[in-house]
């Protein structure tokens, strides 16, 4: 029993945004237990490993993120995590927009929002300044936060950006065509039944050409995808003051309960938390 209460005792996570950036926000967490399942943010994710070590698929990337390291993730990128170590992981992130992240890189003289190749970056001096920066988000000094913070992400994208600023795009044209398809019926449709047979009609191809479509443009199936896209719309209603029970309808979830399970293997906190910090 003291065992399975020191491990529930480790979960932990807070959120909250930023006071001099409402578009950004703010998480930390330890965890020893928690498996986020596959899932996209429309903002960034960067990631501070602060103790242990999360094991991360970023795309059709697989890699270990150990304490020091910074995991970055483009928006509507895939990813996971998970332990990497028996300890687990600590970690603190930042969820940036993208007009946030653009207006500092043009700023700064780039062109467009910045990209960034390499999910692990190590980089002792903008670790240094993402924990100084994370942990200035709550001092009462305004000033002193907004600089921190604009002195972080510049690091970040003048240090690790993509300088051609332009992501690689999916190839395989016929899968990309159809893949367009599925995504607006989807996006039409989430508060409906979907299944791969409507999915299949909107492209005229069959159910297994739909499944490889899926594969090959974003490496998934189309149920992770269609789960992804309804725990998105439910983010947006709560934020805009949907009821909980009310936003899980709306965005095709059985009921409350169904989303808040969901919310809490993608997210790793509660839609109440999320909520709260709005």
């Known amino acids: ?30 965890f020893t237990r928690h498996r986020y399942d596959l899932h996209t943010h429309p903002t960034y994710v960067i990631a501070l490993i602060t103790s242990g070590c999360e094991r991360i698929r970023i795309g059709r990337q697989s890699v270990l993120a150990p304490a020091g390291a910074i995991a970055v993730v483009n928006p509507e990128e895939w990813h996971d995590g998970e332990r990497g170590a028996d300890e687990g992981w600590g970690y603190r992130t930042f969820y940036p927009s993208v007009p946030l992240m653009t207006a500092i890189a043009r700023e700064l003289g780039r062109d467009g929002a910045p990209v960034f190749s390499r999910a692990i970056i190590e980089d002792c001096a903008l670790a240094a300044a993402l924990m100084a920066a994370h942990q200035g988000s709550t001092s009462r000094d305004a000033v002193t936060s907004e600089t921190s913070l604009l002195g972080a992400l510049k690091r970040l994208i003048v240090g690790h950006g993509d300088p ?44 297994f050409q739909v499944i490889r479509d899926f594969n090959k443009a974003i490496g998934l199936t189309p149920a992770a995808y269609i789960r992804d896209r309804r725990l998105r719309r439910a983010s947006a209603l709560i934020e805009q003051g949907f009821g909980l029970a009310d936003a899980a309808m709306a965005a095709g979830f059985a009921d409350q309960s169904h989303l808040s399970r969901t919310f809490r293997a993608a997210r790793g906190m509660t839609p109440g938390m999320f909520r709260r910090a709005g």
Do not use: N
Not at 10 to 15: I, L, N, P, R, S
């Open 1 to 30: 029993m003291a065992k399975t209460k020191d491990v529930q005792a480790a979960e932990t996570g807070k959120y909250w945004r930023h006071p001099c950036f409402p578009d950004l926000g703010l998480f930390e967490a330890r």
């Open 164 to 207: 051609s600023g332009q992501a690689e795009e999916i190839e395989h044209s016929g899968s990309r065509r159809r893949f367009s398809l599925y995504r607006e019926l989807v996006e039409g449709e989430l508060g409906s039944q979907l299944d791969l047979q409507r999915l299949a009609g909107a492209a005229g191809v069959t159910r």
